[in-house]
């Protein structure tokens, strides 16, 4: 073992010594087109189904529409219960607090693919009890996309409920005395003073909980196979005795998707740290 | 004529600590009274009891004929009177305490269009006067991070004013400015006594309370050690604690 380590250390002195006059960036750009260079190998050498890819590449890629869909939805349902959690948990009100507490610690304490499979085949159930009102076959049978949605919501909500709490206790102090100064009642100064000042610490870690999301989508699969992206994958590579090719294909996309979000995401964190940007209001 | 505000035996505590320890006191209409002493003799205190942003824990409070006692719980419609009181009371803060996320304009006409439903139009010609009142006409639409401490404060001025206040409270304006800006704010709070508005300051600037007020109230460990005209008051204390205190600021 020692003489593998010191030939590796001697290996390792001589490529950094031969190759101090090359710029790091450069050496980066090399070992991301090595990396590449490799995955392309492997796939041919393997022999992997290029057929298979052509034939059903576009039907699972077909869910991507889907998997956004599920995401935004999920998103805008999870910063409206985190709101709602956030302004609970701060409350001076016991039901108000009580609840927003039992939320977040039920939800955060529970695993997500339960909480999916609990909505979107548990929940149905109550509707056929002998017990059960008629309307709650209305309320409680949905397709899976809005289970998928509602069981998103719900989760990340819970979880996004400490960032808005954050947010709303950024705004100082001094903030609220000068709003309660000029006559304004509690409600309007939360509306007025403090969520538009929140926002501007809220923004940037929602944007990584919607690329958190993204992935996570991805259990909805086990749920219902078929829809969303990586559903259609499983769906697909399992049935066609493809794995590889179909799960590939969906890694890449969820990798794809990620990376631009991300991008988008650091951009606009970066304009809020400026400082001056404007999040609030019309313009004049 | 009655007087404006009406401080009746007030007591604060916070905690076991008593902040006030019964003051009384009573202001006229036009008035300027500019209350000092030591930091913790609770002259903060006393100026935010007028307008609740701290509950007083004894005493009697009245601010242009609203009247109200000391209570131990905040219901629904004491809350509605204290804001009949935030009302009439314009407060400048130490710290100035802008909304950043307004521009300036903005910030002078939230509270009259949200609290009294001001049409936007009205509001904000009115505020227009008051900025060209405070020098700052062409600040308009600037935010605040752009203006200077002076700026900030004169439109905080501003602000208070927008809103038609019959008294104004000014809690230490011009503690946390740069010494070559107090002038441009103590000039605007000039005018403004000139104009006969009622005013209470905490307040060091001795030139200024030389100058403006029409009484002085020493306060010292929560209670009122001394007050009178500010010729006789800044020349004559009667007090050894007024005298020390005066001859450490003058």
């Not at chain 1, 909480?115 to 056929?128: D, G, N, S, T, W």
């Amino acid at each position: 073992m020692t003489g593998v380590g010191a030939t590796m250390g001697r290996v390792r002195d001589r490529v950094e010594s031969g190759s101090s006059g090359v710029p790091f960036r450069v050496k980066l750009g090399l070992v991301y087109a090595g990396i590449a260079v490799a995955l392309v190998l492997v796939f041919f050498w393997f022999q992997f189904d290029t057929a298979f890819m052509r034939e059903w590449g576009p039907f699972i890629l077909g869910g991507i529409p889907l998997t956004l869909a599920i995401c935004f939805g999920g998103i805008a349902l999870a910063m409206v219960l985190a709101l709602f959690g956030a302004l609970g948990r701060l409350s001076k009100s016991a039901v108000a607090r009580g609840s927003a507490n039992f939320y977040v610690s039920f939800v955060r304490g529970t695993p997500l693919v339960v909480q999916i499979l609990f909505i979107y085949f548990a929940l149905p159930q109550l509707a056929f009890k002998p017990s059960s009102p008629a309307f709650l076959q209305t309320i409680l049978i949905f397709p899976v996309a809005f289970a998928a949605i509602l069981a998103l919501g719900i989760n990340y909500g819970a979880y996004m409920t400490e960032i808005f709490r954050a947010g709303i206790q950024a705004v100082g102090g001094g903030q609220i005395e000068a709003a309660h100064a000029l006559g304004m009642t509690d409600a309007q100064t939360t509306r007025r003073v403090v969520l538009p000042q929140a926002v501007r610490v809220i923004i940037p870690p929602t944007g990584n909980e919607f690329i958190a999301m993204l992935k996570d989508s991805a259990l909805i699969g086990i749920a219902a196979s078929g829809v969303e992206l990586f559903g259609r994958a499983q769906n697909t590579g399992l049935g066609q005795n493809r794995p590889f090719e179909a799960l590939a294909l969906a890694a890449m996309v969820y990798w794809l998707l990620t990376s631009i979000f991300s991008f988008f995401q650091k951009r606009l964190e970066n304009r809020i740290s400026r400082g001056h940007v404007r999040i609030e209001g019309g313009g004049h | 004529m009655d007087p404006i505000i009406k401080v009746e035996n007030l007591e604060k505590h916070f905690g076991d600590l008593q902040v006030l320890r019964g003051i009384s006191l009573d202001v006229e209409p036009g008035e300027v009274i500019v209350i000092f002493g030591r930091s913790g003799s609770g002259k903060s205190t006393l100026l935010r009891c007028v307008n609740f942003l701290e509950e007083p824990t004894g005493g009697c409070i009245e601010v242009d004929g609203v009247r109200m006692e000391a209570a131990p719980r905040v219901l629904r419609a004491r809350r509605e009177q204290i804001r009949q009181i935030r009302m009439k009371a314009g407060m400048v803060f130490q710290d100035f305490n802008l909304f950043p996320h307004l521009s300036v304009i903005e910030n002078l006409i939230e509270a009259p269009c949200i609290v009294k439903k001001e049409s936007k139009g009205e509001a904000r010609e009115f505020g227009l006067q008051l900025l060209d009142k405070v020098g700052l006409a062409e600040k308009a639409d600037e935010y605040p991070i752009r203006l200077s401490g002076g700026q900030k404060q004169r439109v905080a001025i501003a602000r208070a004013l927008c809103m038609r206040p019959r008294i104004m409270l000014f809690d230490e304006p011009t503690s946390a400015l740069d010494p070559e800006l107090v002038a441009e704010v103590l000039e605007v709070m000039r005018d403004l006594a000139k104009e006969g508005m009622t005013m209470m300051v905490v307040t060091h600037e001795m030139g200024f309370a030389r100058e403006v007020a029409s009484r002085m109230v020493f306060l010292h460990e929560g209670k009122v050690l001394e007050e009178g005209k500010p010729a006789d008051l800044i020349s004559g204390a009667r007090d050894e604690r007024t005298r020390r205190f005066l001859e450490a600021v003058l």
